[in-house]
Every structure is written in C-alpha cells, then in structure tokens.
C-alpha cells in the first residue's frame, strides 16, 4: 500500500543553524501539507501546498519556515534559524483529491530537536 | 470559531474490557469532515476513518464502531474487546468546507490497555 516517507527520522540541531525536512508524499496525490506537533501536544496545521505554490499557512508559519517540492516526488520544509521552541514531531501529509474532500495521509514523522 | 474538544486527557483500562473516546466539535460550515487518527507509540499517525457531515450512520470495523450524533455535535469512538496493541493515543480531528486543506485535531486521548 502506497504511504507518504519522511527523512530524517530524527535530527538533532544547533540553535541558528538551518534544517531542511524532506518528504516523499504518495504518487498520485496533488495536496501536500506541513504539521508539527511539539512534545505531548496536539498536532498543529502549518501549511499546505498545491500546483507549487503556498494555499494556505498558520500563523506558526512565519518567514524563518518555507516550503517546496524540488522535484516531481519530494516535498520540503525549510526553518531557516532554529529556535529551540522549534522543536517538535513534524508531519508531512498528502491528499489525493483535488477540488473536493479527500483524507490526507501522514508520514511517519521527523523528531526535530534544537539544542 | 472551529474547535475539537477530547474531555479524556488519559484512559486505562485492562484487557478484554470496552472503551468508548469521547469528541465533542464545533464549527459554523454545515459541509464538514469528522476523522479519527491513532499515534501508537513509535510516533506514526494513523487514518482510522472519515465521516461526512451529511452521513450519520454509525459504523463498526471489527472492534472499532463509530457514533455520529449531530444533535449533540459528538463523534464518538468505542473499541469493543480492547488489546493491548490498542494502546496509543486517539485523535478525533474535523476539516470543514471552508477549509479543507486544514485538518483540525483534538488534542487526544491516551489509552493504556493493561494485559
């Protein structure tokens, strides 16, 4: 059964320093998003992506964070100067149909941990 | 305002015996989606099932049932015969038609089946 790949599994990184997040959602799937979800707390919308450009963000989603899909199969997240409030369990998802409702499948997750 | 409500912080129960995870929603669009997702241990979060808001059938897979009541806004989950690999954390998550792209979690329930 087809399901979405994240990697790393877990990074650990020094405050400041940039991280990239890679993603590889299932094939036919058009809709592409970012959640996080710190330690012990529920998992928060960050951003979705579709026709590569942005449609919709939260306002946890601030300028350090951007997105994109280098290629016809990765997705990616890009926190520009960790801050140790960025550490979390992020999620990549992805959803398959366009223009109506359809239910988005989560990756495994990446552990993000700032020091 | 949109809003998913998990009143159980934390459930035990032993083996064998039924559960019932309470969710409460809310929201103004009367086109929405009710899900569940479950977070096992190792991090992963996975699709339990959707629901529509024009659909309040219950449904049962295997030991998993569902109860959908708009009169009370609650989409509430039952586990009949719990096991221990049922140990994890629920979350029942609702995306509207005024937002689609955006799933909307609870902050979810921890289940401890002890053997």
């Known amino acids: 059964e087809p399901e979405v790949t994240q990697t790393p599994s877990h990074q650990v990184t020094q405050m400041g320093q940039e991280v990239i997040l890679r993603c590889v959602p299932i094939?036919?799937?058009?809709?592409f998003y970012w959640y996080r979800q710190i330690l012990g707390q529920k998992v928060e919308f960050l951003v979705s992506?579709?026709?590569?450009?942005?449609?919709?963000k939260s306002e946890i989603f601030d300028d350090q964070f951007s997105v994109e899909r280098p290629d016809g199969s990765n997705f990616t997240l890009k926190i520009r100067s960790t801050k140790l409030e960025d550490s979390a369990m992020y999620f990549c998802?992805?959803?398959?149909?366009?223009?109506?409702?359809?239910?988005?499948?989560f990756g495994p997750g990446t552990r993000l941990t700032v020091l | 305002a949109q809003k998913v409500t998990q009143a159980q912080t934390e459930i035990s129960v032993v083996e064998k015996e039924d559960v019932t995870l309470d969710c409460v929603y809310e929201?103004?669009?009367?086109?929405?989606?009710l899900f569940w997702y479950k977070q096992p241990p190792s991090g992963e979060l996975v699709f339990l099932i959707r629901?529509?808001?024009?659909?309040?059938q219950n449904e049962i897979s295997g030991r998993y049932s569902w109860n959908f009541q708009k009169s009370t806004s609650s989409f509430n989950f039952t586990i009949t015969a719990s096991q221990v690999v049922d140990s994890a954390v629920y979350f029942c998550?609702?995306?509207?038609?005024?937002?689609?792209?955006?799933?909307?979690f609870g902050p979810g329930t921890s289940l401890s089946v002890i053997p």
């Open positions: 998550a609702l995306t509207q038609k005024t937002s689609y792209d955006k799933v909307i």
């Open positions: 998802a992805s959803r398959e149909v366009p223009g109506t409702h359809g239910t988005q499948y």
């Open positions: 929201t103004r669009d009367t086109t929405y989606y």
């Open positions: 629901r529509n808001s024009f659909d309040e």
């Open positions: 094939s036919n799937h058009l809709y």
């Open positions: 992506f579709y026709n590569n450009e942005i449609s919709e």
